[in-house]
């Protein structure tokens, strides 16, 4: 196994970090490490926005949830979908590219492209020995996201990425079992074997509670997601997303 897979495979989400700043080569590394990731047509429909300031950061962290590691990392990157330089490129060459750039196609085609950039960049910084945390709570008030950050229209900030030196380093949760995730030429459908797996995950997960907490928690997976799906949250986004003169059509 070589050193590319180790890193991948000793994922986890990490959240309290030193107080000690990354470098700006290390900073430069990552995002061009994100840059390297594949992009849909070369189109590149996303940017990176690292957040430095020390006041806009507890801003942030106090916006999305108060979550602390928000505030307190290394650095901390926001990925945007990014079709604001398509609009000027329609300008710059006189081509309506307008209802290209306001479809769900394209709106999908910034997502992915974001999410591939993101990957890079986690990886990356996991293997200099830093540790990771997404932050999808960026999306619970994109406005005042967007206030912070000064975004233009046609740029949505999806998540971000808190980056630092670890002080803390906790277990690995159980992944889905790999029959579940992969299927091989075609879905399987065996209700059977389907909901089995899903029960025999539930008991990897309880244990790994019970194990993480004393005793304290014994959710199981799928008790764990009904409960946040029955949940509305962030409702608001098909709306936002529209009067930002993204995915309308």
Same mark, same amino acid.
């Given at each position: 196994?070589? %050193?590319?897979?180790?890193?991948?495979?000793?994922?986890?989400?990490? =959240?309290?970090? +030193?107080? #000690?700043?990354?470098?700006? %080569?290390?900073?430069?590394?990552?995002?061009?490490?994100?840059?390297?990731?594949?992009?849909?047509?070369?189109?590149?429909?996303?940017?990176?926005?690292?957040?430095?300031?020390? +006041?806009?950061?507890?801003?942030?962290?106090?916006?999305?949830?108060?979550?602390?590691?928000?505030?307190?990392?290394? /650095?901390? &990157?926001? &990925?945007?979908?990014?079709?604001?330089? /398509?609009?000027?490129?329609?300008?710059?060459?006189?081509?309506?590219?307008?209802?290209?750039?306001?479809?769900?196609?394209?709106?999908?085609?910034?997502?992915?492209?974001?999410?591939?950039?993101?990957?890079?960049?986690? @990886?990356?910084?996991?293997?200099?020995?830093?540790?990771?945390?997404?932050?999808?709570?960026?999306?619970?008030?994109?406005?005042?996201?967007? #206030?912070?950050?000064?975004?233009? %229209?046609?740029?949505?900030?999806?998540?971000?990425?808190?980056?630092?030196?670890?002080?803390? @380093?906790?277990?690995?949760?159980?992944?889905?079992?790999?029959?579940?995730?992969? /299927?091989?030429?075609?879905?399987?459908?065996?209700?059977?074997?389907?909901?089995?797996?899903?029960?025999?995950?539930?008991? @990897?997960?309880?244990?790994?509670?019970?194990? =993480?907490?004393?005793? #304290?928690?014994?959710?199981?997976?799928? +008790?764990?997601?009904?409960?946040?799906?029955?949940? #509305?949250?962030?409702?608001?986004?098909?709306?936002?997303?529209?009067?930002?003169?993204?995915?309308?059509?």
């Amino acid at each position: 196994m070589n %050193e590319v897979i180790k890193t991948i495979l000793n994922h986890r989400s990490l =959240r309290q970090f +030193e107080d #000690k700043s990354l470098t700006d %080569e290390q900073i430069r590394t990552i995002v061009t490490s994100a840059q390297a990731a594949s992009t849909s047509s070369f189109i590149q429909a996303y940017s990176i926005i690292g957040v430095k300031d020390k +006041e806009k950061k507890k801003k942030l962290a106090e916006v999305v949830g108060n979550q602390p590691y928000v505030e307190h990392n290394g /650095h901390f &990157f926001v &990925f945007c979908a990014d079709l604001y330089r /398509h609009s000027h490129i329609g300008e710059q060459e006189q081509k309506d590219v307008l209802p290209s750039i306001e479809s769900t196609e394209k709106f999908m085609v910034a997502l992915i492209d974001a999410a591939l950039a993101a990957q890079n960049a986690a @990886i990356a910084a996991e293997s200099m020995g830093l540790g990771i945390c997404y932050i999808g709570g960026i999306r619970n008030n994109l406005e005042e996201v967007q #206030k912070l950050l000064k975004t233009p %229209e046609r740029v949505i900030p999806l998540f971000g990425l808190a980056v630092g030196y670890p002080t803390k @380093i906790t277990g690995q949760k159980p992944r889905l079992p790999f029959e579940h995730i992969y /299927h091989e030429d075609e879905y399987q459908q065996d209700q059977e074997v389907y909901l089995q797996q899903l029960q025999n995950y539930d008991q @990897i997960i309880s244990s790994y509670y019970m194990e =993480r907490t004393g005793g #304290k928690r014994a959710d199981r997976w799928t +008790e764990q997601m009904a409960n946040m799906l029955e949940r #509305k949250s962030r409702m608001y986004m098909k709306e936002f997303i529209q009067k930002n003169k993204l995915d309308l059509r």
